[in-house]
């Protein structure tokens, strides 16, 4: 099944539909590049055709691109030899003579996600390698403050509005028309209000509406509404304006967040809707929330997830007096310290590894890691991850809450490098996979299952002695797996939450 977004993905500036000065502004900036050589910010909500955009733009002016994503590792030194000087040359050498100026249109996706501190160099050094380009740069990102101020200012600035629901019915029209899809006028407008500023998911409705019967009416539509996931500013609504605490159950479990995350977005927003009696119920169920999220990560027993939820939507839609209405300007919560670059070193690397975006790697596997190996329990899966992902003990330290320069720390991480080091001599992935038994039942690919034998074998710590010293006998090596192995079982791996 071809996805339509792609299909549909427009090939040329002028097919971008809803924002035709920021377009306007774009070619604009493409043509004059030789005179100003300035890089551009283009950033906006998602789905609203930015990366598109930079795309079409370089079809038309008969660019090449080299898109930089954020699992890639994007220090000064990349992005020079991609916009150095050395890129113009390799560059001229192989397209003279087409047309294109040789120019090769670099692009960095999730802008907002560079804090450069996984560059040596730091920020300062991304800022001076977009300020000395020598080849055309469009940086996208969601959240333009999120970028350093040093970013922003050596940069132009072109703003995507949310594509209205008036520009996005004529895009579904036509799709349908391309598609052979008879269709009711009044579906089409009802996908572009559900869908009002996002163009992508308006099209991925339509193609879950309208792929198989090729014939789409309305019914259709509120029929397919209901399975839709819900965005969080929907939920807050729902939740600290409109719904009975049922409703706000259910409509927490149909938006793509963690029970966790949930419970930050309703605590950094619910102040500014709730007051007096109404916020302090609220707050206590949020704290009832906060409980429960305690006690999964402590337990590692996600059921419990359930009565968070209960508490985070159902009792703090139950907190509120009546309903309310207007327009609320909700606020992100802080998932992380922006400047902390421990995390930004971890969720790099995690996203590297796993093949995730940085936004997934960072709101979604993170917190199981760190409920996973909480105060690095199990040992065993502690040291398995920490050698999958290479991390070192602030990394440790960070994910697991222990002390960055405890022994059990130390330990920990002298043992994942030699894990990591049998694992390569074995050329197999030290993070599930690796091992010929599969005894414990996890035999997906991306696993968490511990890798007991191997991570025993190098000490034995179960005591806690932590010195590392990889002296232990083979036997107590191998009591020391059987034990491990118990408290293993039932390990569930990653993708079993995802
Ligand atoms: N303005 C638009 N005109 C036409 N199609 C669009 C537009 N915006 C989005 N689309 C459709 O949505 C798809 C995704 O758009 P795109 O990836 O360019 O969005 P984006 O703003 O870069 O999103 P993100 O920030 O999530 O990367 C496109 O392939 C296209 O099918």
């Known amino acids: 099944m071809t996805d339509w977004t792609e299909k549909y993905r427009p090939s040329t500036l002028s097919a971008v539909r809803g924002n035709d000065k920021a377009r306007d502004a774009l070619a604009e900036w493409a043509k004059t590049w030789d005179d100003h050589r300035e890089a551009v910010v283009v950033h906006g909500s998602p789905g609203v055709g930015k990366t598109s955009a930079a795309h ?17 590792q994007r220090t000064a030194d990349v992005i020079e030899r991609f916009a150095g000087r050395a890129a113009k040359n390799a560059t001229l050498a192989g397209s003279m003579g087409d047309g294109s100026g040789g120019r090769q249109l670099v692009i960095l996706d999730e802008a907002d ?11 300062s050094a991304i800022t001076r390698v977009v300020k000395d380009a020598d080849q055309p740069i469009v940086l996208i990102a969601n959240e333009y403050y999120d970028m350093s101020r040093g970013l922003r200012n050596a940069c132009r600035e072109i703003e995507f509005r949310d594509v209205s629901a008036r520009s996005i019915v004529p895009v579904l029209r036509d799709i349908c028309r391309r598609e052979n899809v008879e269709f009711d006028a009044d579906a089409l407008d009802r996908i572009a209000e559900v869908n009002d500023g996002d163009l992508r998911s308006a099209v991925n409705d339509l193609q879950a509406a309208a792929e198989d019967d090729r014939r789409l009416t309305v019914d259709d539509v509120v029929t397919s509404d209901r399975d839709r996931s819900l965005g969080v500013f929907p939920f807050l609504d729902a939740v600290l304006k409109e719904e009975s605490a049922e409703e706000a159950i259910q409509s927490a479990y149909r938006v793509d967040e963690t029970p966790d995350d949930l ?15 109404e916020l302090a119920r609220a707050y206590d169920s949020l704290a009832d929330a906060d409980r429960w999220l305690g006690r999964v990560r402590a337990s590692q027993e996600y059921g419990y997830w359930r009565y968070a939820t209960d508490a985070l939507a159902g009792g703090v839609a139950a907190a509120r007096d009546g309903s309310k209405g207007g327009w609320t300007r909700f606020n992100r919560p802080q998932f992380w310290p922006s400047s902390d670059s421990t995390a930004d070193e971890v969720v790099r ?4 590894r796993g093949g995730f975006s940085m936004a997934t790697a960072r709101r979604e596997v993170l917190p199981f890691l760190a409920a996973m190996t909480h105060h690095c329990k199990p040992r065993d899966l502690t040291v398995a991850m920490v050698a999958y992902y290479d991390l070192d003990e602030a990394a440790v330290s960070f994910v697991t809450g222990s002390g960055e ?7 920990i991480v002298a043992d994942a490098q030699e894990l990591r080091e049998s694992e ?6 030290a993070f599930g996979g690796g091992r010929g038994d599969v005894s414990d039942g996890v035999d997906e690919g991306r696993v968490l299952d511990g890798d007991a034998d191997d991570a025993d074998g190098a ?9 590392g010293d ?12 059987d034990a491990d192995a118990d408290t293993d079982d039932g390990q569930s791996g990653l993708s079993d939450f995802m």
Do not use: Q
């Open 56 to 72: 079409a733009l370089a079809a038309d002016m008969g660019w090449e691109t080299v898109e930089l994503n954020a699992s890639d």
């Open 424 to 429: 390569l001599e074995e050329h197999s992935g």
């Open 470 to 481: 990889g002296e232990t006998a083979d036997a107590d090596a191998d009591a020391g797996a």
């Open 113 to 123: 996600n560079i804090h450069g501190n996984y560059d040596r160099g730091g920020a």
């Open 263 to 277: 419970t930050k977005w309703i605590a950094e927003n619910v102040t500014k809707v709730y007051e007096g009696a």
């Open 459 to 467: 000490d034995d710590p179960v005591d806690g002695d932590g010195d």
């Open 405 to 411: 320069t405890t022994n059990k720390v130390e330990s």
């Open 349 to 352: 690397k995690v996203a590297e």
